[in-house]
């Protein structure tokens, strides 16, 4: 099947973007003149710009459309009033999770959603078959594109374009830019202070541009997928086919806070209940490398006798640290600050069990 482009695609080719395939999705890894080392800098430092326009876009709309989102997905929309934005699960019947997605309550008629790309349809088809007469489920994935500025200028940029600055973390606000109605919306995957701009597709050239021009004085940088995962890896954010997928649920993923458990009914709440009570599932862990050894997705964790204990499920060098991280399921018995060892390439390399995050978040400074 040929891969989906992104409404920006000529202006990451004219950046010299080293591209791969991502969701379905022809994007951006990295860029020419530095690559994801000086990306994630950028983010950490001033302030990155990346095209996520392969996330998902759906609209649930009709009256009790933020009842009937409640009743499926996991987090407890009644948690967040309007105008403010919340992450949550989608899960199956069984407790796994079809996605992990932002919703958005722009009113009791209207919920806004983001999936990732890959599982957008899946997500929608579920919430069509399951709304009631009156409620529609629209798939918008083509419709708008998303740019995230992220970092600590992050601020300095967006006020330039005379864009709002002053909402909280998981808030959005409408506003204008380039003569288009965009939703600016506080959030992000970096673990910075950032934003998330929401803009119809046959805008988001005018906006890129718009964007990298006020950000020039801040040392804006265009960032590939490279470095986003780099930076929510050091966060510990979890990306759905390594860190949740239908096999691994969202206690599985230690992601129970984004669960509305005293809920009378959401998709998989019974499973979910029983893997909670039980506390038999492996779950979620942070590791961090003791020597120089670099973890990556599907090596074996053991105990030092050599013992089964997990598997990595994302891992990389972190830029911050310089040194090896990872997230890995592991069985509920190990400790925090046990060392455990990695098979890294047939050499065992030793890493510390830990909680992340791997770097201290800026996501809610003011």
């Not at 302030?47 to 649930?60: E, P, T």
């Not at 957008?120 to 798939?139: H, Y």
């Amino acid at each position: 099947m040929d891969l989906l482009h992104s409404p920006l695609h000529d202006r990451h080719v004219a950046l010299g973007a080293k591209l791969a395939a991502f969701g379905g999705w022809d994007m951006p890894l990295e860029y020419a003149g530095g690559g994801v080392l000086a990306e994630h800098k950028a983010v950490r430092e001033a302030v990155g710009l990346f095209d996520v326009s392969h996330l998902g876009k759906a609209l649930v709309r009709g009256t009790g459309a933020a009842d009937f989102v409640n009743e499926c997905l996991t987090n407890d929309l009644r948690r967040i009033e309007t105008g403010k934005a919340q992450y949550t699960l989608c899960c199956d019947e069984d407790g796994g999770t079809v996605d992990d997605l932002i919703a958005y309550l722009r009113s009791d008629f209207e919920v806004f959603l983001i999936p990732n790309a890959a599982n957008t349809a899946a997500v929608v088809a579920r919430l069509q078959a399951a709304a009631p007469e009156g409620i529609e489920v629209t798939d918008q994935h083509r419709d708008y594109a998303v740019l995230a500025i992220q970092g600590p200028l992050s601020d300095e940029v967006l006020t330039s374009l005379d864009l709002p600055v002053d909402h909280e973390y998981m808030s959005f606000a409408d506003a204008t830019i380039a003569g288009q109605a965009i939703t600016v919306c506080r959030t992000g995957y970096t673990g910075e202070r950032g934003y998330e701009l929401v803009v119809p597709s046959a805008s988001a050239g005018e906006v890129w541009d718009a964007v990298i021009a006020a950000g020039e004085s801040y040392g804006i940088r265009a960032c590939g997928l490279g470095a986003r995962d780099t930076l929510r890896t050091e966060m510990g954010y979890p990306l759905h086919g390594h860190e949740l997928s239908p096999e691994i649920s969202p206690v599985m993923a230690r992601a129970g806070w984004a669960v509305g458990w005293n809920k009378p009914a959401f998709w998989g709440k019974d499973e979910l209940e029983r893997q909670r009570a039980e506390k038999t599932v492996r779950t979620l862990r942070g590791l961090l490398a003791q020597g120089r050894g670099i973890p990556r997705p599907g090596m074996k964790v053991q105990d030092e006798e050599g013992g089964e204990l997990g598997e990595i499920t994302s891992g990389t060098f972190s830029p911050t640290l310089r040194q090896g991280i990872a997230l890995a399921l592991l069985e509920p018995s190990v400790a925090d600050g046990a060392t455990v060892i990695v098979d890294v390439r047939g050499r065992p390399e030793a890493f510390t069990v830990t909680k992340p995050p791997f770097v201290q978040p800026s996501t809610k400074e003011a």
